[in-house]
């Protein structure tokens, strides 16, 4: 059974770090996609990062980009998201994600984030001003 277990949320003053961590088991990292999410209150949920060990593509969102880095560690079977110089707007609860079919992360966010079959339950993260 496929489980993702995410930690590392806060609370954090604007321009302070965290870094999330996403624990998957009942699988190994090869040709796994993983990806990272986040919905805030009364918005829909969006792409945040991704990691594809099957071709080594690594995307972010245009909000993200410069501030955040996605990494694995695949002997530990874990991805990363640090997140630096965090701003209120990246207050949401942020999920993991696993696709196990090989595919990159281009065409993954292309297809949307239905393509990823396996969620953790999140982690809380909250910028305050």
């Known amino acids: 059974e496929v489980q993702l277990v995410e930690s590392g949320g806060g609370l954090v003053q604007a321009g302070g770090s965290l870094r999330l961590s996403c624990a998957a088991s009942g699988f190994t990292f090869d040709d796994y996609a993983i990806g990272w999410f986040r919905q805030a209150p009364g918005k829909e949920r969006e792409g945040v990062s991704c990691i594809s060990s099957s071709d080594g593509s690594i995307y972010y969102a245009d909000s993200v980009k410069g501030r955040f880095t996605i990494s694995s560690d695949n002997a530990k079977n874990t991805v990363y998201l640090q997140m630096n110089s965090l701003k209120p707007e990246d207050t949401a609860v942020y999920y993991c994600?696993?696709?196990?079919?090989?595919?990159?992360?281009?065409?993954?966010?292309?297809?949307?984030?239905?393509?990823?079959?396996?969620w953790g339950q999140g982690t809380q993260v909250t910028v305050s001003s």
């Open positions: 994600a696993a696709d196990p079919r090989g595919y990159g992360c281009y065409i993954l966010v292309s297809r949307g984030e239905t393509e990823f079959g396996s």
